[in-house]
């Protein structure tokens, strides 16, 4: 089975694992408690970083961790489901 593979839906694995253990890539939308993320690279801190949905907020993501709690869930990706493709 040949499958084609897209370059822009490569992406990095952070280094974090959620709290099911599964690991956090780039593109991956997160939930950690009532919030949903989307993981992005911010170039301008040379760090990981989440993007808030709803807030449209940048915040790196060790910032959130100290705040919030490592309580990661991988839910979706934006490359997977149409609804998150714009991001």
Known sequence: V???IISDTITRYIG???KNNK???EGDICQNG???YLICWLSSQYTWGCYNL???RKTPI????SHEGNNFEVIDNKFDN??????
């Open 23 to 25: 690991k956090i890539f």
């Open 62 to 65: 060790y910032q959130v961790i």
């Open 2 to 4: 040949i499958h084609e």
């Open 16 to 18: 974090l694992k959620d």
């Open 54 to 56: 709803k807030t449209g």
């Open 34 to 36: 009532e919030r949903i």
């Open 82 to 87: 149409p609804d998150w493709r714009n991001l």
